[in-house]
């Protein structure tokens, strides 16, 4: 019943290439490692396991509060939008993909500046991010009709942010009923989407330009 059970499991299969995604003509796998992906854990155990590779260990979580390759916000910026799940790139901030979404399309959007504070940003980067918020919840509207959303950022690990070095603005679409038992009982969700088919999706309807 809990995702931890379906990951050991599967574990046992894992060969390096079980959980890869394909690239773009189709043809190699390749193996996605958890430090390459962006991504907030919140705790809960999975029912898919598509890339459960990333949540063996050490779930992505910078080991210092330094920018650079230690941080999945900072290191995402360097990737191909496939491979970090990259939503939209702004001038000063980006939309990305949560790794441990609450809901399908839960999207982060973050400054492209290692800062971790709100009042530490930029006129520029405020009105980007608040711009790119705005943007993420039209899109996510038209391509998944969510009935809602909650907004919001944590501010320190006091306050629940997963990375709290790299701030991050959460955009969870909701959908009456999509808190039911499973979480609470099982410390399970069940996803019905894979995260590159998610960002596909919302990648070909951001407005461009
Ligand atoms: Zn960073």
Known sequence: MTGTGAQGAADGETDGRAGGQVDGDGGDVVVERPEDRPGVP?????????HRMAYIGGEGKPEDDAAGSGCPFCRVQSLPDEEG?????????FVVLNLYPYNSGHLLVC??????DYTDLTPEEIDEVARLTQ?????????????????GMNQGDVAGAGIAAHLHQHVVPRWAGDANFLPIVGRSRALPELLADTRDRLAAAWPRG
């Open 42 to 50: 919140d705790g809960f155990g999975r029912l898919w396991v598509p």
């Open 111 to 116: 400054p492209d500046r290692h800062v971790a």
């Open 135 to 151: 943007t993420a919840m039209r899109v996510v509207r038209a391509v998944s009709h969510p009935a809602g959303f909650n907004l």
């Open 85 to 93: 799940l990259v939503v939209a790139r702004g001038e000063v901030a």
